[in-house]
């Protein structure tokens, strides 16, 4: 079982949706979860940042974190063709321990 | 967040030949990351680049295939050395900023070798 496991997609929706995507992980050491976004030829984009279970909105995107289920979620609403991206879960133990990454899910947003 | 620049944004190179990766951000970070994304796969880090002392290796990473220096608290660079075609990848440098606890990303150097 890999650590961290992300439906690869690809996700097409219409404009305007709501895009629910999702991460399951093994190791419950895990205490700060991340969210980035990545664009074709681009570098990853920190979009979220939580620290432990509970829930955090900014905007369009709120991220979900169920440490009892060792799940986590991003809601993205309303959502534009802007958003068509990889969308990467990633997580850590401590602040400074080292960023496990999901393999990603491909996002397409139908205008 | 922190400004991370990267060059070159991507390159061609030939078997056997070598590239070296630079990565500057735009403020002083203890430490600088290497990662690796090969196609349609996440991220893999290969190693972590200290200042002042030797750069610390994922399993599967050496030295001698990937150096990497670090000169001071804003400069990196990552060689990619003897290339073979299975060293095409995206080649991603990152820092912690904003206290320490948020990871950021340069915009990659895109690698094909030939």
């Known amino acids: 079982q890999k650590e961290v496991e992300q439906d690869p997609g690809p996700l097409s929706v219409p404009e305007g949706a709501i895009v629910s995507l999702n991460c399951t992980y093994s190791n419950s050491a895990f205490q700060y979860f991340m969210w980035y976004r990545q664009y074709s030829r681009k570098g990853p984009e920190l979009l979220m940042y939580t620290y432990s279970s509970g829930n955090k909105e900014d905007g369009r995107f709120t991220a979900q974190v169920d440490k009892s289920s060792k799940y986590i979620s991003l809601f993205i609403r309303d959502s534009q063709p802007s958003d068509s991206a990889t969308y990467l879960c990633a997580m850590r133990e401590t602040s400074y321990d080292k960023v496990i990454f999901g393999p990603g899910t491909s996002l397409s947003v139908i205008p | 967040s922190a400004v991370i620049s990267q060059k070159p944004s991507r390159d061609i190179c030939q078997r056997g030949t070598s590239l070296t990766i630079q990565c500057q951000v735009d403020?002083?970070?203890?430490?600088m990351f290497w990662y690796r994304q090969q196609p349609g796969q996440s991220l893999t880090l290969i190693a972590t680049a200290n200042q002042g002392s030797e750069a610390t290796y994922e399993s599967g990473f050496v030295i001698d295939k990937f150096p990497i220096s670090r000169p001071n608290l804003t400069f990196s660079t990552l060689t990619v050395s003897n290339m073979s075609p299975e060293d095409s990848s995206i080649y991603l440098c990152?820092?912690?900023?904003?206290?320490?606890?948020?990871?950021?990303f340069g915009s990659g150097t895109q690698l094909s070798v030939l």
């Open positions: 990152s820092a912690h900023a904003e206290g320490g606890e948020k990871l950021f």
């Open positions: 403020s002083q970070v203890t430490m």
